[in-house]
């Protein structure tokens, strides 16, 4: 007679994810406890010990191949791509300069292919979460046709992306017929100034942000300088009245160049801008947006 057993999931990947074990008919043996099972006299079955494990008679190898059953990207505050496969994958094996991210389901002339990133994987095997490194992340917020909504987040890779724990390869998704995005948060955080410069020989004020910036919308009347954290008096307080020029380049980094006029005023001031301990930097938030025009983080 023959029993037939279908193997849980858990128990399945406990297989699978032990070395050596049931990947061809050499390495399959069966043990079996006396209670295992009845005859129809309720009389147990004959034990298979551990010292006398039996062979498998044949042994069908996993060549399945396994696929992308769905991805969501989610570009907040910590940008992350969650790609869940269709069997448990080789996280070893995951390659993940060969993901590309592209506007559309049929081309990769809008598209980031990533260089990078830190991976977590799920108990069961199937999912992975990736997180995007910062330089990836900006190349994907500049490019203002990619990742703005559900419609314009698709993924394509080629079939050594990764493989599953038998070594099979996975099932490529080309350009051509790129896979959406099963959900897609938006960027809705606003950015932050991180750190900046003032030159005051060349009335050069460099800003640096935690996030991709749009140039043009840096309107330099809501910047403003003190020579305190706090608590600065009003007269010790210049708030500049434009700018010369900017930085005309969408980016994590702007460089807005101070009026003459501005500039004179700031030196007029005797307490301010002398040094780095009297240098302190106030923004509104209507004075710059990130690239989803989220406004920057007051200060």
Not at 41 to 59: E, H, K, R, S, Y
């Amino acid at each position: 007679y023959t029993l037939v057993v279908n193997i849980v999931a858990a128990d399945l990947l406990r297989i699978k994810t032990t070395k050596s074990l049931a990947t061809s008919r050499a390495n399959t043996f069966i043990t079996i406890a006396a209670h295992t099972v009845d005859d129809l006299n309720n009389l147990d079955v004959l034990a298979v010990t551990n010292g006398n494990a039996v062979q498998a008679t044949t042994f069908t190898a996993d060549t399945v191949t396994v696929a992308l059953s769905s991805f969501t990207l989610d570009m907040d505050a910590t940008p992350l791509l969650a790609l869940t496969f269709s069997d448990t994958i080789d996280l070893g094996t995951l390659q993940l300069t060969s993901i590309t991210l592209q506007s559309s389901s049929t081309s990769s002339a809008q598209s980031v292919t990533l260089s990078g990133g830190t991976t977590s994987l799920s108990t069961d095997g199937k999912s992975v979460n990736v997180s995007l490194v910062q330089a990836d992340s900006d190349k994907i917020k500049l490019n203002t046709a990619l990742a703005i909504a559900l419609t314009s987040t698709h993924i394509s890779f080629p079939s050594t992306t990764v493989n599953d724990l038998a070594g099979n390869n996975v099932t490529a998704v080309t350009t051509a017929l790129a896979t959406q995005a099963s959900t897609f948060t938006p960027d809705t955080t606003s950015p932050e100034v991180i750190s900046w410069k003032l030159d005051m020989d060349n009335g050069a004020l460099t800003l640096s942000f935690n996030e991709a910036v749009q140039a043009s919308s840096l309107d330099a009347t809501g910047v403003s300088l003190q020579p305190y954290s706090s608590n600065a008096p009003a007269a010790q307080v210049f708030s500049l009245t434009g700018k010369a020029s900017s930085t005309a380049t969408d980016g994590t980094q702007l460089i807005l160049n101070i009026t003459t006029a501005d500039l004179n005023s700031i030196k007029a001031i005797n307490s301010l801008a002398i040094s780095a301990a009297s240098s302190f930097l106030v923004m509104a938030a209507t004075s710059l947006k990130d690239m989803n025009n989220q406004a920057v983080t007051a200060n």
